[in-house]
C-alpha cells in the first residue's frame, strides 16, 4: 500500500467531518472519540506481547510504539437482520485484534500478520480501509506494523470486523487523529463492502462499543445503542467453533441480500410503503408476505420478521433473568436460519442438535454469518463436562473462550 503526501494533508473540510458522529449513540457515550489513550496495555498479556515484539523486530527492528485493538464479537441473537434494519444483541470478546505499529515518515503501511495459513489476499482487507478512509478525506499516516489475533479466523467471530477496525485505528492514530467511534464503524463497515462482503453494521458496532459488562441491543435502524444485561450467575454463554467454513460464504451471504432486496421491493409494489427495510414488515403482515412474495421469498421476509421480535423477547428475558425464555428463543432462531433463511449446513444443525440435548442446555443456535462458523449456547452450572465431551465427539469442533471484553482503543506499547 502507498500514498502520496497529498493524501496526508488535513483539509479543513476533512477536519470538519472529523466531529463526533451522532448515528450509533447511547448515553453516556455519545460522540465516543478513537484516539490514543494514555492508558497502558493489559500488563497480564506478556506473551501476546512477546510474540507481537519479536514479530515486529524480526520485520521491522526495534520496536512498535502503539498497539491498536478491536475485539470479535458473540452475536446472542438477530441473526441476518442489521442489513434489514433490524436489532442485534452482539457481546465483545476477551478474543482479540491487535496491531502493533510504529508511524513512519514515508507515505507508506507496511503491515504483516503472525497468523499461520492465512490467505495471501488478507491484505485486501488493510488496503480497503486505507482506500476508504483517503476517498473520505479522513487523514491517515503511513506505519509499519504486525497484526496479531487471538481469534478463530472466519469461525463467524468477527476477525475481519476486528481487523478492519485495528487497522482503522492504527492509520488514524499515527496521524495523531481521533475519529468518532461511530464514523469509524461506518468507514470500515464500507472498506468490507469494498472486499465483497455486504455485510451490516453489527461487526463493526460491537467492535467499537461493545463493553465487559454485557451484551449491546444495537438498534440497526436508528443507530441506537443500549445495554443489556448477561443471563443470571446460574447460566452463562458458551461457544463453540464447528471447525467448518464454507467457500462460498461470502457469495451465498450476497445472495440473500439480493433475494431479501427483491422480496421488499415487490412488497412495495403490492402496496407495503411504509416499510423502508424488511425490519419494517412486522409480524402483522406475514399473512400479507405470505400471499404477495413465492415461497422462498416468503421464508426469507419471515426469518427477519420473526428474528427481529425475537431480539427483543431475549432482551426482556434477560431483563428479568428468564433463562427458560432466552433458550426457546434461541432454538427458534436456529430453526429459522436452517429452515427460512437457509444459512446453515448439516454439520452445524448436528452439532446444534447434539448440544440441545444436554441436560442444562438452555438453548443453543448457530452464530454469525452461517455456513459453518461458530454456535452460541446458553447453559446452566453443571453443563462443562457433558458440553466438552460432546464438542470432542465432532471433529473439527472446539470451545472458544466466551469471555466479554472491552471495545477497541489504542494504546502506547509497553516493553
Ligand atoms: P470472520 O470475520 O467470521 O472471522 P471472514 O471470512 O469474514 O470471517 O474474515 C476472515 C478473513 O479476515 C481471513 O480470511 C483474512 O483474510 C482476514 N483476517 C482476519 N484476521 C486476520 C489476521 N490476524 N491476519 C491476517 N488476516 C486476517
Ligand atoms: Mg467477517
Given at each position: 500500500m502507498r500514498m502520496t503526501r497529498a493524501d496526508r494533508g488535513i483539509s479543513a473540510a476533512a477536519a470538519q467531518r472529523l466531529k463526533p458522529d451522532r448515528r450509533f449513540r447511547r448515553p453516556g457515550i455519545r460522540g465516543k472519540m478513537c484516539g490514543m489513550s494514555a492508558a497502558r496495555s493489559d500488563p497480564a498479556d506478556g506473551a501476546r506481547?512477546?510474540?507481537?515484539?519479536?514479530a515486529f523486530e524480526a520485520a521491522f527492528g526495534g520496536r512498535p510504539t502503539h498497539v491498536a485493538r478491536a475485539p470479535g464479537r458473540v452475536n446472542l441473537i438477530g441473526e441476518h437482520v442489521d442489513y434489514h434494519g433490524g436489532p442485534v444483541l452482539p457481546q465483545s470478546l476477551a478474543l482479540d485484534t491487535r496491531v502493533a505499529f510504529r508511524a513512519v515518515p514515508a507515505d507508506r503501511v507496511?503491515?504483516?500478520t503472525t497468523a499461520v495459513g492465512v490467505?495471501?489476499?488478507w491484505q485486501r482487507y488493510p488496503d480497503a480501509m486505507l482506500a476508504v478512509l483517503r476517498e473520505r478525506g479522513v487523514p491517515v499516516a503511513g506505519f509499519e506494523g504486525v497484526v496479531d489475533s487471538a481469534l478463530p479466523i472466519?469461525?463467524?467471530l468477527s476477525s475481519s470486523a476486528a481487523l478492519l477496525v485495528a487497522v482503522g485505528l492504527a492509520l488514524t492514530s499515527a496521524a495523531g487523529e481521533a475519529v468518532g467511534a461511530a464514523r469509524l464503524a461506518e468507514l470500515a463497515r464500507d472498506a468490507e463492502h469494498r472486499t465483497g462482503v455486504a455485510s451490516g453494521a453489527m461487526d463493526?458496532?460491537?467492535a467499537l462499543f461493545g463493553r465487559v459488562d454485557g451484551p449491546i441491543r444495537i438498534d440497526c435502524a436508528d443507530g441506537a445503542i443500549a445495554p443489556v444485561p448477561g443471563p443470571p450467575p446460574s447460566h452463562r454463554w458458551a461457544v463453540v467453533s464447528s471447525g467448518m467454513r464454507h467457500e462460498l460464504a461470502a457469495s451465498a451471504y450476497n445472495a440473500r441480500v439480493a433475494e431479501c432486496r427483491a422480496a421488499l421491493a415487490t412488497l412495495r409494489d403490492a402496496g407495503v410503503t411504509d416499510a423502508d427495510r424488511l425490519a419494517d414488515v412486522g409480524a402483522d403482515r406475514l399473512p400479507t408476505v405470505a400471499r404477495v412474495l413465492d415461497d422462498l421469498g416468503t421464508r426469507r421476509v419471515r426469518h427477519v420478521v420473526t428474528e427481529c421480535a425475537r431480539v427483543d423477547t431475549v432482551v426482556a428475558a434477560l431483563e428479568r433473568g428468564d433463562v427458560g425464555a432466552v433458550g426457546a428463543a434461541l432454538r427458534a432462531s436456529h430453526r429459522s436460519l436452517r429452515d427460512?433463511?437457509?444459512v446453515s449446513v448439516p454439520?452445524?444443525?448436528?452439532?446444534v442438535d447434539a448440544i440441545g440435548v444436554i441436560p442444562g442446555v438452555a438453548g443453543v443456535r448457530m452464530t454469525g454469518g452461517g455456513f459453518g462458523g461458530s454456535l452460541v449456547a446458553l447453559v446452566g452450572a453443571g453443563t462443562d463436562d457433558a458440553l466438552a465431551a460432546c464438542v470432542a465427539r465432532h471433529p473439527g469442533a472446539t470451545l472458544i473462550d466466551p469471555a466479554p471484553g472491552p471495545a477497541a482503543s489504542v494504546t502506547p506499547w509497553v516493553a
Open positions: 506481547r512477546r510474540r507481537l515484539a519479536t507496511d503491515l504483516r490467505e495471501p489476499a472466519g469461525a463467524g463493526f458496532v460491537a427460512d433463511y437457509a454439520a452445524v444443525d448436528a452439532l
